[in-house]
C-alpha cells in the first residue's frame, strides 16, 4: 500500500500562471478530500468527491479555483491565475469508512 | 456547524514532563472524535479515534477520554518524548464524510 500519492511535491509558479495539482488516493478509497494548509488559517477543507462525484465544495475559493476527479484513481486540483496568497500545502486526503482519513505529503505550492 | 476548540500552541516541554492539549467540540449529532498527529513534511495521520462515549483510545503513550457530558477530548501523555515533537490536530465527524480539524498545537520537546 503506497499511501495517497500526492505531485508534484513542490510547485513554483509566477504570479498570473496556472497549478495543476495531482492526487492519487488509495486503492480502493471511495472518498478524496483535498485542504489547503497555512501558518496563519491552518488546515482548511476545499472540496471532497465520494464515488468521483462532487459532494461538498464549500471550502473552495469561488474564483480560479476548480477540482475534478475524472476516474477512481485521481484527482486534479487547478488553480488558475495564481497569486502570492494562494502560497501554501494543498494535501489531499482519502477514506473509506468510519470516517478516517489517509493524508497525502502534500504539494508545497510557491506562488512569485 | 460542528466545531473544535484546541489549546492554541506552541507548547514547550522539556523530554519527561507530561503533556495535555485540551480540545472540546460542539455539535448537534453524535460524534466520532480524533487525534491527528503531524510531522514536519509529512501529512497529517491518525494517531487514534474513538467512535463511543466515554471510551478512550491511546496509541503511542497517548490517550484521550471521550467525555461526552464535558464535550471534551482532551490529549495527554505521561511523559514526552523529543520524538513527540509534532503539531497535534483534535477533529469530529458526524455522521458524514467531512472532518472537522482544530487549528492544531504545535509541541516542541527539548532534550
Known amino acids: 500500500n503506497a499511501g495517497v500519492i500526492q505531485t508534484p511535491r513542490h510547485k513554483v509558479t509566477g504570479k498570473g500562471q496556472e497549478a495543476t495539482l495531482w492526487c492519487e488516493p488509495i486503492?480502493?478509497?471511495?472518498?478524496v478530500f483535498w485542504y489547503r494548509q497555512t501558518i496563519v488559517q491552518g488546515l482548511e477543507f476545499l472540496t471532497y468527491?465520494?464515488?468521483?462525484?462532487?459532494?461538498?465544495d464549500s471550502g473552495m475559493p469561488k474564483e480560479r479555483f476548480s477540482a475534478q476527479m475524472p476516474n477512481q484513481s485521481h484527482s486534479t486540483l487547478k488553480i488558475q491565475s495564481t497569486q502570492p496568497q494562494d502560497s501554501a500545502v494543498y494535501l489531499c486526503?482519502?477514506?473509506?469508512?468510519?470516517?478516517?482519513?489517509?493524508f497525502g505529503p502534500g504539494t508545497r505550492l510557491t506562488v512569485l | 456547524g460542528d466545531s473544535v476548540t484546541q489549546t492554541e500552541g506552541p507548547v514547550t516541554l522539556s523530554e519527561g514532563t507530561s503533556l495535555t492539549v485540551n480540545c472540546s467540540y460542539e455539535?448537534?449529532?453524535?460524534?466520532?472524535l480524533f487525534w491527528y498527529v503531524q510531522y514536519p513534511g509529512e501529512g497529517p495521520q491518525l494517531l487514534f479515534k474513538?467512535?463511543?462515549?466515554?471510551e478512550k483510545g491511546s496509541s503511542r503513550g497517548f490517550e484521550a477520554t471521550y467525555n461526552k457530558e464535558a464535550t471534551s477530548f482532551h490529549l495527554q501523555k505521561a511523559s514526552v518524548q523529543e520524538s513527540d515533537s509534532a503539531v497535534y490536530y483534535c477533529?469530529?465527524?458526524?455522521?458524514?464524510?467531512?472532518?472537522?480539524f482544530g487549528t492544531g498545537t504545535r509541541l516542541q520537546v527539548s532534550p
Open positions: 486526503a482519502s477514506s473509506f469508512s468510519s470516517y478516517e482519513q489517509y
Open positions: 486503492s480502493g478509497h471511495s472518498a
Open positions: 468527491f465520494r464515488n468521483q462525484a462532487p459532494i461538498d
Open positions: 455539535t448537534k449529532q453524535y460524534p466520532t
Open positions: 474513538v467512535p463511543k462515549a466515554n
Open positions: 477533529a469530529l465527524s458526524s455522521n458524514t464524510d467531512k472532518v472537522v
